[in-house]
């Protein structure tokens, strides 16, 4: 969260059924995106959004039947071209709420270049990007997020890719907040609130887990068994640690990397565990990039450090180059290389 945007009940006060909507939800049963998308639809209300100002654009994949099932104003638009709808749809009404549902195939792949200019543009809207590293509506191939050595349809023998890490990916191409959650933890709507509060592009990875095509990818951290020794949910201010607060993380002056330390009786002040700065760039890069296995994952508020957006720069840029001329449509038609034709066609 920033103090540019602040949360505020702006909108009609509204109950989560008000934004369910009367279509059949169709995911495979025990997918994530049911959880998702109770997340939001419990979100909703409390940042006092208004259902006739919210507009949800997705692509194409199984989490881009999200417009349908929210009681809002939506756009299933095409593959990867999410970004480009909903910059128009923003700077046609600057006003309105946008939010962009997409997954790691749809964002990363077909609409990589899409999602990187939206990123440095900065365009004031929420990006949910649904990760569960395969592509499931197309029955099981490999996708840009996928692990070296996963088998799939279209790699039989085991991917060779290294995958992308979309949370550097969006570091790498701009976006001023970065955020992380899980599909069914109770902290994700904690993630979207802030993303909200956020002026700019919140861009939020959420695991999703594909129980048909890659099932329990992610359960060495999501694992209840596992969540504390594998999950580290940040807070602005507040030191890293895990495990219960037993175990921390500690930035090494030497070699610029974090390192697991103990914490002692609660003394993470003697363990030197680093307190999270959410406007620190180069912490963020070296959290969403920590090796997986012997670090926790980043979660929660990685990065938010607000900057101007790009739909309110256009508007200044028009209201300045339209100040003190008078709309002539027929003027702007005869300007520049017109001419009058005074003969007759000649007869075919």
């Known amino acids: 969260m920033n103090a540019i945007t602040p949360i505020s009940p702006a909108g009609p006060a509204t109950s989560p059924k008000d934004w369910e909507t009367d279509q059949e939800v169709r995911w495979c049963p025990g997918c994530g995106d049911y959880a998702v998308l109770k997340a939001v639809q419990r979100t909703m209300p409390e940042i006092g959004a208004d259902p006739a100002k919210t507009v949800f654009v997705s692509g194409i994949g199984c989490s881009s039947r999200f417009p349908y099932y929210m009681e809002t104003y939506g ?19 600057p006003e309105l709420d946008v939010w962009i549902i997409t997954g790691d195939g749809d964002a990363l792949s077909i609409g990589g270049n899409h999602t990187m200019h939206l990123f440095r543009r900065n365009l004031d809207c929420q990006v949910l990007l649904f990760n569960n590293e395969i592509y499931g509506l197309t029955k099981g191939q490999y996708s840009p997020t996928s ?33 992380r959650g899980i599909d069914v933890h109770k902290r994700l709507p904690e993630v979207l609130k802030a993303a909200y509060a956020h002026k700019g592009t919140g861009f939020v990875e959420i695991y999703q887990n594909c129980i048909v095509y890659n099932d329990d ?29 037993k175990k921390g993380l500690k930035l090494d002056r030497d070699t610029l990397a974090f390192a697991v330390v103990e914490v002692i009786d609660g003394n993470w002040q003697g363990a030197g565990v680093q307190v999270h700065d959410v406007t620190n760039r180069q912490l963020a890069h070296m959290l969403v ?7 926790p994952v980043a979660l929660g508020v990685i990065y938010d450090n607000p900057a101007p957006t ?15 001329k008078k709309p002539d449509l027929a003027a702007l038609i005869a300007k520049g290389q017109t001419w009058m034709v005074d003969k007759e066609p000649h007869v075919i």
Do not use: Y
């Not at 990867?80 to 128009?88: E, F, L, N």
């Not at 070296?148 to 001023?176: E, H, K, M």
């Not at 990039?289 to 670090?295: D, K, N, Q, V």
């Open 289 to 295: 990039e920590l090796p997986s296995g012997a670090f």
């Open 147 to 179: 692990r070296v050595g996963t088998r799939s349809p279209s790699t039989p023998f085991g991917s060779v890719d290294t995958p992308a890490n979309p949370c550097a990916f969006a570091l790498g191409a701009g976006a001023r907040f970065v955020g």
């Open 217 to 245: 990818v992610f359960a060495p951290f999501t694992d209840k068994a596992n969540a504390a020794t594998g999950q580290l949910w940040l807070a602005n201010g507040e030191p890293m640690l895990f495990d219960g607060g």
């Open 75 to 93: 756009f299933h638009t095409i593959h990867g071209r999410a970004p480009a709808v909903a910059t128009g749809v923003k700077l046609a009404n």
């Open 310 to 324: 790009f739909e309110s720069a256009v508007v200044a840029q028009n209201e300045a180059a339209a100040k003190g």
